[in-house]
């Protein structure tokens, strides 16, 4: 999980240690939070390199947090 401040925007590339493939942001809303089967509200994709590239803050989400 990656928490912003209320101002700004923060952009990273992580090293996730994850396989490739698309996570759901349960910080984001629905997905693990909401009703059985319910769609994710925001994805990460990591890549095959395990990474994962981050914006916290641009939308007004200042949290993210995956899923697996």
Known sequence: ALAMPDA???SQSFQTGLPA?????VAA????FGPPGAPCAANVTVGDDGRADLEVGATGVHVVALHV
């Open 29 to 32: 809303g629905a997905g693990g």
């Open 8 to 10: 700004g925007t923060w």
């Open 21 to 25: 493939g698309v996570y759901c942001d």
